[in-house]
């Protein structure tokens, strides 16, 4: 495998080898599409989390965004990028979500992830607040390794078409809706991820639902 240049990139990560690559023929017909996309939705119960943050006085929203982006992290293919006519692989990758002014217009705010869930709340709060200080629309790193993170909590919907600029662009984008009681009772919360297929097939997209459902239990059970 080929390392990436110092120069060519923010964060860590290195150029997969095509030649060897077996989802080549995968990459390569996807990417010939006019709409390489797929996204789906997945109603999670985030009964326990909810109730973890009612009782910490916790953000869910950071919470879980926290859960989300080390669920994705775990997926090697969701670290994946097209750049240029090749593809490189993150060592993990920092999310972008929108913080809301009081003015009604927004601002980007980076995040990353691996830490400790207090340690990530604190750090998460004091990211925000500088975010919301900035005057323009702009993003603070390296656009291509991120994930982009945005919600919809005045909606518990059902399926979600999100805009992508089309082309190679591949950063995974993860939304979520409002939570809302089932029949029994549980918490159930709409979450959607649209990837490039010529990255991620629907194996590893059950792998990141999975890797959720894990990430929640454990900041649950401490």
Known sequence: ????????????????????????????????LAYPYVSVTV??????LVRYCKERDASFYLMFMHAAALAADAVPELRRRIHEEGIVEYEECPTSHIELLENGTYVYCTLHHHLANADYLSYAR???????????????????????????PWLSYTSLT??????????????WGKYEADANGRLRMPLSILVHHGLVDGV???????????????MVNG
């Open 204 to 218: 590893h997209l059950a792998a990141f639902y999975k890797n959720v459902e894990e990430e929640m239990q454990k």
């Open 1 to 32: 495998m080929e390392e990436r240049k110092e120069s060519d990139v923010s964060v860590k990560g290195h150029f997969l080898d095509l030649e060897s690559y077996p989802r080549k023929a995968h990459f390569d017909y996807f990417r010939s």
């Open 43 to 48: 109603n999670v119960d985030v009964t326990e």
């Open 126 to 152: 004091e990211e925000q607040r500088k975010a919301r200080e900035q005057e323009e629309l702009k993003e603070d790193e390296d656009v291509e390794s991120m994930y982009f993170i945005s919600t919809m």
């Open 162 to 175: 999100q805009p992508v600029a089309g082309g190679d662009e591949s950063n995974p984008r993860i939304t």
